[in-house]
């Protein structure tokens, strides 16, 4: 095996420098073009400024768009992960011309969610899995977690009806079950799942193939693990410019590993059922106007 290549700090600077400029691009690009299907919103720390002793947010969202491929749509910091830091999050990428996505997947942090449905109000929103699960195990005796959690799991897993109403339903029933199971035993835990069922079921609306990846956020944290573990061998990076252009470049790089999720001819025809009844529903008036004429022709 060759030897790892060693830069000098000249050329380590015209890279970093060539990355941030890239980034600078990226950071402003026209969005008009693509179209969502899928669209995932997470953040993670980083410590990026010197002068603060603790590691603080970068808001993200990916997307799978309408050719099966995954598009990196945002990337900016905030002191926290409040309703106005995540408000200008989204706005920014839907004045740059983006269009809202049938789905967005999102944790239960309440700026966040407020944020979403303020400017991505004709997009539905599925509440994490896995961070859902994350909270159930945390209202439940250590010796009951393994149990429980697998009984959480087993309201989502192998859904047997169709996409739609219907698996919702054999959804809500199963968690019906779940909750005559462990509603006297462990009642926090299991109000924290029905109260938000849901939230929790909307992926069930999608295609069957995509079930299992459209339920959470991993898609995000899974990358996002691997920005920190390029960033832990620097440490605290030496300013927010720096750490942004780093993580993208990072996230960048993951997205070209892409495989796309499975597409079969059903499954392509439900995703633009939806967009017709979400993203363009009939103008009333449109529809009106079409009674009245079929009304004066038959008269």
């Given at each position: 095996?060759?030897?790892?290549?060693?830069?000098?700090?000249?050329?380590?600077?015209?890279?970093?420098?060539?990355?941030?400029?890239?980034?600078?691009?990226?950071?402003?690009?026209?969005?008009?073009?693509?179209?969502?299907?899928?669209?995932?919103?997470?953040?993670?720390?980083?410590?990026?400024?010197?002068?603060?002793?603790?590691?603080?947010?970068?808001?993200?969202?990916?997307?799978?768009?309408?050719?099966?491929?995954?598009?990196?749509?945002?990337?900016?910091?905030?002191?926290?992960?409040?309703?106005?830091?995540?408000?200008?999050?989204?706005?920014?990428?839907?004045?740059?011309?983006?269009?809202?996505?049938?789905?967005?997947?999102?944790?239960?942090?309440?700026?966040?969610?407020?944020?979403?449905?303020?400017?991505?109000?004709?997009?539905?929103?599925?509440?994490?899995?896995?961070?859902?699960?994350?909270?159930?195990?945390?209202?439940?005796?250590?010796?009951?977690?393994?149990?429980?959690?697998?009984?959480?799991?087993?309201?989502?897993?192998?859904?047997?009806?169709?996409?739609?109403?219907?698996?919702?339903?054999?959804?809500?029933?199963?968690?019906?079950?779940?909750?005559?199971?462990?509603?006297?035993?462990?009642?926090?835990?299991?109000?924290?799942?029905?109260?938000?069922?849901?939230?929790?079921?909307?992926?069930?609306?999608?295609?069957?193939?995509?079930?299992?990846?459209?339920r959470h956020?991993n898609l995000l944290?899974?990358?996002?693990?691997?920005?920190?573990?390029?960033?832990?061998?620097?440490?605290?990076?030496?300013?927010?410019?720096?750490?942004?252009?780093?993580?993208?470049?990072?996230?960048?790089?993951?997205?070209?590993?892409?495989?796309?999720?499975?597409?079969?001819?059903?499954?392509?025809?439900?995703?633009?059922?939806?967009?017709?009844?979400?993203?363009?529903?009939?103008?009333?008036?449109?529809?009106?106007?079409?009674?009245?004429?079929?009304?004066?022709?038959?008269?």
């Amino acid at each position: 095996m060759g030897q790892t290549p060693r830069y000098t700090k000249s050329t380590a600077s015209r890279i970093c420098e060539a990355i941030k400029a890239d980034f600078d691009a990226w950071r402003v690009r026209d969005l008009s073009e693509l179209d969502l299907d899928y669209m995932c919103c997470d953040g993670s720390c980083f410590k990026m400024h010197p002068t603060s002793p603790r590691a603080e947010p970068l808001l993200c969202a990916w997307a799978i768009t309408t050719d099966n491929e995954k598009a990196l749509l945002g990337l900016a910091p905030g002191s926290s992960e409040s309703y106005d830091a995540w408000l200008d999050f989204f706005r920014d990428p839907k004045e740059r011309g983006l269009k809202p996505p049938l789905l967005g997947i999102t944790d239960g942090a309440p700026g966040m969610l407020r944020a979403f449905e303020e400017v991505l109000d004709q997009s539905l929103r599925q509440r994490c899995l896995v961070h859902k699960s994350r909270n159930l195990v945390a209202k439940v005796p250590k010796e009951a977690e393994s149990e429980v959690k697998g009984a959480f799991w087993s309201i989502f897993d192998g859904i047997e009806a169709d996409p739609g109403e219907a698996a919702i339903v054999e959804a809500r029933a199963r968690a019906c079950d779940f909750q005559r199971t462990y509603g006297k035993l462990y009642p926090s835990a299991v109000e924290c799942v029905m109260k938000d069922l849901p939230e929790l079921t909307v992926h069930l609306r999608f295609p069957r193939q995509h079930w299992e990846r459209i339920r959470h956020t991993n898609l995000l944290e899974r990358t996002f693990g691997e920005s920190r573990r390029r960033v832990k061998v620097i440490g605290r990076l030496p300013g927010e410019r720096s750490c942004i252009s780093l993580v993208w470049a990072v996230l960048d790089r993951a997205s070209k590993g892409w495989r796309g999720l499975t597409q079969t001819p059903a499954g392509i025809r439900l995703l633009q059922n939806l967009r017709a009844q979400l993203l363009n529903p009939p103008d009333m008036e449109e529809v009106m106007e079409e009674i009245q004429e079929t009304v004066t022709t038959a008269a």
